[in-house]
């Protein structure tokens, strides 16, 4: 059973970063794309962030693209959220996503919620002066 732990949410200034990390275990595959989502109040869960473990192909939405950094360590099995220049728009719970299988630049999956098999529990980024 795959599980995912994410860490590194908080209370940050605008202008500020953060890196959020998401911890991998109980997966039989070293093969799979994770994304990360985030979700504010009385908002959608959006997705913002894919990284293939196969081959570290990424992708990002517009609304973070210069800013937020996907990046993953299979040694430790984690991949990680950089987020700098955070905005107060950016608060939100964020939440980490896997899909398992061979994935790479021209077959990542979509940012569609119920297309991600295993969630974490989410962290929370609250940015703010």
């Known amino acids: 059973q795959l599980q995912l732990v994410e860490s590194g949410g908080g209370l940050v200034q605008p202008g500020g970063s953060l890196r959020l990390s998401c911890a991998v275990s109980g997966f039989t595959s070293d093969y799979y794309a994770l994304s990360w989502f985030r979700q504010a109040p009385g908002k959608e869960r959006e997705g913002l962030s894919c990284?293939?473990?196969?081959?570290?192909?990424?992708k990002y939405v517009d609304s973070v693209k210069g800013r937020f950094t996907i990046s993953r360590d299979n040694a430790k099995n984690t991949v990680y959220l950089q987020m700098n220049s955070l905005k107060p728009e950016d608060t939100a719970v964020y939440y980490c996503?896997?899909?398992?299988?061979?994935?790479?630049?021209?077959?990542?999956?979509?940012?569609?919620?119920?297309?991600?098999?295993?969630w974490g529990q989410g962290t929370q980024v609250t940015v703010s002066s």
């Open positions: 996503a896997a899909v398992p299988g061979f994935y790479n630049v021209y077959d990542l999956p979509p940012f569609i919620p119920t297309k991600y098999d295993y």
């Open positions: 990284i293939s473990s196969t081959d570290g192909s990424t």
